[in-house]
C-alpha cells in the first residue's frame, strides 16, 4: 500500500522504520530541522553570541551540520568552517573541494589545516607504517587522534566558544558501545550532544547537533535540501577501523529491533551523568611538554604517535 505524509496526506517521499513517521518530502525536511533545533535548544549546545566552528569533511553528515548551524545561527552567532586534510589522495582532496564549494556559496568563512603541514607526514605516510603486523595500533587510530588534536588547536584559535561536528546516531550508538566493549569509562563519559568531563581553557567544548538525526535520514536530509556532499568512495584505509564491526553488528539489530541506536543514546544519558561525576575527580589536566595541548598525561597522544611515525 503506498504510504501517505502523517502531516498531509501526500504521498510519502520517505518512510522511517520507527514510528508513524512517512513524510513528503516537505514535511520530512521540516520534522528534522524540528529535531536538530530541539537538540541544541534541549542539551544547551550554543550559549549566547558565542562563535561556532564546524569541522567539515566533506561528507553528508559535517555538510548537512554547517548548513543547519549557518541556517539557524548565522545571524547571531559568527560562523566558520575548519576543514582537515589528512592526505587522502582521490578522497580527501575530493571532499575538501566540495566543503569549500558549500562555504563559498553559504558565506561561510574557512580555514584548512593539513597534516603535512603539521605534522610533516600525510595518512599515506602514515598507513605505510601502521596497520596489520607493524604493531602500533591501526592507521585509523592515529588519524583519529592526529585530527582530534587539530581540531582543537585550530578551533581555539578561531576562538570558537564551541566546536560542532557532524557526529550522528548512528556514530555515537557505535561509539558507547565499543567504550563499553573496552571497559572505557573515560572515553564513555565523554560521549553525548555535548562533549567533555571538565571545563579547561585549552579545550573547545565539541557539540553534535545531529545526536538524534539516524544516518538514514541525514542522507535523506542532504538529499532532499539539494546540500552537495562527496559520497562517492569511502576511505581507501577504511577496511581497517574497528567500528566496522561495531557498525555491522548495530546496523543488524536495528534491522531487527528497531529503535535499538535509540535505546542505546538513552542510556547513555541516563549513565552518564553518574559516570562523568565519577570520572571528573579523578581526571587531572595537564598541558604537553611537547605542543602545550592539554591532556591527562604528561605528553599528549598526538605528540606520542608523531614520534612513532618520525622514528619508523
Ligand atoms: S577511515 Fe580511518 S584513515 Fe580514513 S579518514 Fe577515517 S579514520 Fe582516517
Ligand atoms: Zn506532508
Ligand atoms: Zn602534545
Known sequence: MQQKCVQCSKKAAISLPYGPHSFCKEHFLHFFEKKV???????????????????????KDSCTTLYLINKIFSRSNPVEALLIDEGIPKYRDKALDIAKENCKAWGVPFKCVSFKEEF???????????????????????????????MNKYARKMKAGKLATGHNMDDEAQSVLMNVCEADLQRFARLGPASGIVKSGGFVPRIKPLWLCPEIEVIAFAKYSGIKHYDKQCCPFKWQAKRNDFRG????????????????????????????????????????????????????????????????
Open 37 to 59: 533545533r530541539k537538540t541544541i535548544r534541549e542539551n544547551r549546545l550554543v550559549q549566547g553570541r558565542e562563535k561556532l566552528v564546524v569541522a567539515c569533511s566533506g561528507g
Open 120 to 150: 610533516g607526514f600525510t595518512m599515506v605516510d602514515v598507513m605505510r607504517k601502521t596497520g596489520p603486523k607493524k604493531n602500533i595500533g591501526s592507521t585509523c587510530a592515529f588519524c583519529g587522534v592526529l585530527r582530534r588534536k587539530l
Open 249 to 312: 553488528i548495530l546496523n543488524h539489530l536495528e534491522a531487527s529491533y528497531p529503535g535499538t541506536m535509540f535505546s542505546i543514546l538513552r542510556f547513555l544519558q541516563q549513565t552518564k551523568p553518574l559516570v562523568a561525576k565519577e570520572k571528573a575527580r579523578d581526571f587531572k589536566l595537564n598541558n604537553c611538554l611537547s605542543c602545550g595541548e592539554p591532556t591527562s598525561g604528561k605528553v599528549c597522544t598526538a605528540c606520542k604517535q608523531v614520534e612513532l611515525i618520525k622514528k619508523k
